[in-house]
């Protein structure tokens, strides 16, 4: 596994790792909607030909990581001599809850597994920004080794977005000379930024968002406490991203949601009692504040966006509350959409930028409004 300075307490830094409310990827049991992509793997496999490595590519939250550690776990526990299958081709990607390696995949301890993610910085403690070349260099060496249990060594990459240009390099010399039985599965949100010379030297995967039925089905298991018409919302807000569903499921976003809309639906007049006393929550301090300005960032970027497509195709998406019936027809139809994209962009910048050069959060929610305002007029 990959080095870093370690807490004392295992489950301290796996809390900085994954600091979300669901299961992380390496734990999780299942994967919907993407049956179509495990088939591939599972047909790469059987074929006696497996591409040493792959290009794990889509949306953020959608199970690329997942799919990747079900692989990971199928190669490391579902295959070895004598196997789990009573001989005869496995079916999936699914591995018995006892089969040999599993609780150490589960862990991330197994011998033959490299996770190649953000570590610790050895002088403060803290997740480091991005994934640094002295990890990568762990990880050439860990790719040439024997492998300890079984015919296979895995790593993850998760996410190569997060890869500096050294690191970066390093990953591709490792590809140019890619050892026997080790596979490289790279997870991606965005494969358009990473160096054309991995891309090339990858099997593609290209996962598609969720649909909104599955997504539905996930959020009845993953949060059960959510009402039907909740977890619908939910869905239709999310993108086909289970990850940002749940996300916004456990910070208010629908009442969040609900609001937002509501003071656009004032436009062009806008309600400005009414939106002071919106902006003003953005203001606070503490981690439910944080949350909140998170989901407003998303949500407001969303439903731009979703603007900008009603007047580029003349389709309105459908309504997640009452008031937003109608809503985007009608402002699409008071200015240009070189106007709407001009204010679009002026918010998705002031909102992405608040923080890092400290402005007040509360004036830039009313300023994003009055963009909005001033694109009518």
């Avoid at 497996?50 to 190669?75: D, E, M, Q, V």
């Avoid at 358009?192 to 539905?216: K, V």
Wanted: neutral net charge; proline residues 6%; contains cysteine.
């Amino acid at each position: 596994m990959a080095r870093g300075k370690t807490p004392a307490d295992p489950a301290a830094l796996e809390k900085l790792e994954w600091p979300y409310v669901w299961s992380p990827p390496w734990r999780s049991e299942r994967l919907l909607g993407h049956e179509a992509a495990e088939k591939t793997m599972l047909a790469a496999h059987e074929s006696g030909r497996l591409h040493h490595a792959w290009l794990i590519s889509g949306p953020r939250g959608i199970g690329k990581a997942t799919l990747a550690w079900r692989f990971a776990r199928f190669l490391l526990c579902g295959t070895s001599q004598g196997g789990l299958f009573g001989g005869g081709a496995p079916q999936g990607l699914d591995v018995d809850a006892d089969a040999p390696g599993r609780a150490l995949v589960d862990a991330r301890s197994h011998p033959d597994l490299f996770h190649l993610r953000r570590t610790l910085h050895p002088d403060n403690g803290r997740i480091r920004a991005e994934i640094v070349v002295d990890d990568v260099r762990d990880l050439g060496a860990f790719m040439h080794m024997t492998p300890a249990m079984g015919q296979w060594r895995v790593a993850i990459v998760d996410s190569a977005d997060e890869m500096n240009r050294n690191s970066a390099n390093a990953v591709l010399k490792i590809l140019e000379e890619p050892p026997p039985n080790a596979v490289l599965l790279i997870v991606t949100h965005a494969p358009g930024r990473l160096l054309p010379t991995i891309r090339s030297r990858c099997r593609r995967l290209a996962l598609q968002p969720l649909a909104e039925d599955t997504l539905a089905r996930l959020l009845a298991e993953k949060a059960p406490t959510l009402k039907e018409e909740e977890r619908a919302a939910l869905a239709r807000l999310s993108d086909g991203s289970i990850g940002r569903a749940l996300d916004l499921s456990g910070s208010g976003s629908l009442d969040l949601y609900g609001e937002m809309v509501g003071l656009l639906a004032t436009l062009p007049d806008l309600d400005m009692p009414r939106l002071h006393g919106f902006a003003e929550r953005f203001a606070r301090k503490g981690e439910e504040a944080n949350a909140a300005w998170r989901s407003l960032n998303y949500l407001f970027d969303a439903w731009l966006k979703g603007l900008a497509r009603n007047l580029a195709t003349g389709q309105e998406p459908a309504a997640v509350v009452p008031s937003e019936r109608g809503l985007q027809a009608r402002l699409a139809a008071s200015g240009s959409l070189d106007r709407w994209m001009e204010a679009w962009e002026k918010v998705a910048r002031l909102l992405s930028r608040t923080d890092a050069v400290n402005v007040d959060r509360k004036q830039a929610v009313l300023n994003s409004f009055l963009y909005l305002q001033s694109a009518m007029r």
